[in-house]
Structure formats: structure tokens, C-alpha cells
């Protein structure tokens, strides 16, 4: 039987990975906005800590709520996401690794798509990353998929 | 990429603000050496003399939730009442102890244990005999080598039939020091007396 990668210490999950949140909230928001969406990635993080399954895909979820927190903040600021979006330049950006099949989509459908197919997370800790309940998670990621399959079918 | 100090600090206090930690903890300094404490929601879960302590944050986690973080606020009280003790200014701590997890039998040792006096010694045996096991020395042993909140619950009190130290899970040298000063008497007693 295979055995869930246990969830590490709060604290170690936070030293692992807010050297890259950083890195990726700067690139995407600045110096300066990217030390309050730092502060709110991890606040999220933690709030849906609890919840978490298994200790796997750490780092996409990580990054995940960064550029959520990122498309929010830029959102808040009335600039277009689109236009901060560093499309192929940040491929080391989980969220986008699977960029070209869920392109078109609303950010938050597309994230969802992402985790749930990409990473295989739970609708649990994809509703922490989105800052919504697991079944708005879970209508967003049939939503995407529905619209993707359309797609399919038009093209 | 280095995240600024400021930023980190932030963090950690809006985290406890809003009530997200379950354990926070942080390193202290003492005349015996750093100490790793750790505070949960129900009280002082820990007091570790390994401060590169992986191991003792995982057992601390599963006892009180995975939510641990460093936050040097969390545990001001206890660093409060030790810097007390270690200056000699404080003989009974105050504090709410998190006992969460313990078997039955550790759990009435340490609650026996708490009940030694500053500055007394007793044994393992007498120890074992107030739980009522008097035969359960080496148990009782076992149970002080495995004490997760030492000074406060005070295992360093606890001595061999014959006065001798024996032994202790952050070395001799500090139980040494923890019974120098509370000035209680070190040594083998001799037999006649």
C-alpha cells in the first residue's frame, strides 16, 4: 500500500518555498506590492493548511495561491492581468506550465483546471489557492472543463 | 531570494493575530544553553535542548496540528518565567502545560513529578512508589528520559537510591547545573551517616 507523503511542519513548508513565492511575486507585481502579497500567500496557505490531505505538490500549490494573490492584486490596481502576465518567460511558474491547453479561460477556471488535472489536488486545498470553498473549486474546475471540451468540438 | 526580515517578522505576527498557529515556537537563550520552546493553543507543549529540532517540531506537530511556526511572541510568557527561574527569582512556574498525547501511565508520573519541590531531589524508586508501582523505577526512568517540557516539570530533581545523578536527556552537565542552583544537595549520600 502506498503511503501519503506526510505534511511537514508548517513552519519547514514556509522555508522551503518563500524564496520562490517571492521571486514570482516580484516578477509579476514589482518590489514594492510584492511584500503584501507575500504576507497574504502564506496567510492563505496557512489557513487551508489544516486541511490538506498529503504532503505532496507542495510547491505548485505554493505557487499556485502566489499568482492568485498576484492576478488579485493586479486586478485591485485596475492593470489588466493580461498585461503582467509573463506568459513563457516564467516557466518555472507551476500555474502556467499547463498555460497552452487552458489559454482562454477565466484565471480562476484555469487554475482550477490546472491543479485538479495538472497536480491532482483536492477540490479542498484548490478552493485554499482560489480563496473560495471547495465547491465553488469544484464548479469552477467542471465549468473549465466543460468549456474546454467545447472548444474541442468547435475548433 | 532573501526575504527581508521585516517582511518575515510581518508574516509570523499577522499569522498569530489572526489566530492561524497552532504551535508557535522559537529559540531562547539560558545559562544552560538555547532552549527550542514550543507553545500550542492549549499551553507549553515543549522545552527541547536540540535546537535544530526537525524531529521534536514533527512529534509536536502531530500532537497539537501542523500549523507550527517560528514567532518569537508566542512564547514570551515561558521565556519570561525562565529567565526568572534561571536568575533565581522564581521557584514554581505558572504556566498552562500542554500534556496532550501522553500515555496514561507518563502522564500521572509527570503530574507526580510536578509535585517535587524546588531544590528537593527524590528517586526513581520513591517516584515509582508515590504512582504506585514501586517495583516501575526503570520506567519512571524512562518516562524522565522522554520528558518533553524538562525545567518546568523537573526531572532534573529526580536522582538514583544511592544520590547519584544517573543520567538525563540534556546531558549530566546541565542537570548539575539546575540543582546547583536551586541549591539543592549533589552527591552520593553515604551510608552511615
Known amino acids: ?78 492593470v489588466h492581468a493580461e498585461s503582467a502576465d509573463p506568459g513563457a518567460e516564467d516557466g518555472r511558474a507551476a500555474y502556467l506550465e499547463l498555460a497552452p491547453l487552458t489559454d482562454g479561460l477565466p484565471p480562476k477556471e484555469r487554475a482550477a483546471v490546472v491543479l485538479r488535472y495538472g497536480y491532482d489536488l483536492s477540490y479542498e486545498q484548490i478552493a485554499a489557492a482560489l480563496g473560495s470553498s471547495a465547491e465553488a473549486a469544484r464548479q469552477a474546475t467542471s465549468t473549465g472543463v466543460r468549456k474546454l471540451r467545447k472548444r474541442r468540438i468547435v475548433q | 531570494m532573501t526575504i527581508s526580515p521585516q517582511v518575515d517578522r510581518r508574516f509570523r505576527d499577522a499569522a498569530l493575530s489572526l489566530g492561524l498557529v497552532d504551535v508557535g515556537f522559537d529559540v531562547i537563550d539560558s545559562p544552560i544553553g538555547p532552549l527550542l520552546v514550543a507553545v500550542s493553543t492549549e499551553g507549553l507543549a515543549a522545552i527541547s535542548y536540540s535546537v535544530r529540532a526537525e524531529a521534536e517540531l514533527e512529534r509536536i506537530a502531530g500532537i497539537a496540528g501542523p500549523c507550527v511556526l517560528r514567532s518569537p511572541r508566542s512564547v514570551d510568557e515561558v521565556r519570561r518565567e525562565l529567565d526568572e527561574y534561571f536568575a533565581g527569582r522564581r521557584r514554581v512556574f505558572d504556566l498552562t ?18 509535585r517535587v519541590p524546588y531544590g528537593e531531589t527524590t528517586t526513581y524508586g520513591a517516584l515509582a512508589s508515590r504512582v504506585g508501582h514501586p517495583r ?58
Open chain 2, 136 to 193: 516501575a523505577a526503570r520506567a519512571v526512568g524512562t518516562v524522565m528520559n522522554k520528558n518533553r517540557i524538562p525545567i518546568v516539570l523537573p526531572c532534573h530533581r529526580v536522582v538514583g537510591a544511592n544520590g547519584n545523578l544517573v543520567g538525563y536527556a540534556g546531558g549530566l552537565e546541565r542537570k548539575t547545573a539546575l540543582l546547583e542552583l536551586e541549591g539543592a544537595r549533589i552527591g552520593p549520600t553515604r551510608l552511615f551517616e
Open chain 1, 1 to 78: 500500500m502506498m503511503h501519503a507523503v506526510p505534511i511537514p511542519p508548517f513552519e519547514r513548508f514556509y522555508e522551503e518555498h518563500r524564496s520562490d513565492v517571492m521571486q514570482l511575486l516580484r516578477r509579476r507585481l514589482g518590489r514594492e506590492r510584492a511584500d503584501d502579497a507575500f504576507q497574504e500567500t502564506f496567510l492563505r496557505a496557512l489557513q487551508a493548511y489544516r486541511r490538506l490531505e498529503h504532503g505532496e505538490h507542495l510547491r505548485a500549490w505554493a505557487l499556485t495561491i502566489a499568482q492568485h494573490v498576484a492576478i488579485d492584486a493586479l486586478r485591485r490596481s485596475r
Open chain 2, 97 to 114: 502545560l500542554d500534556l496532550r498525547g501522553m500515555a496514561s501511565f507518563t502522564f500521572t508520573v509527570l503530574q507526580e513529578l510536578a
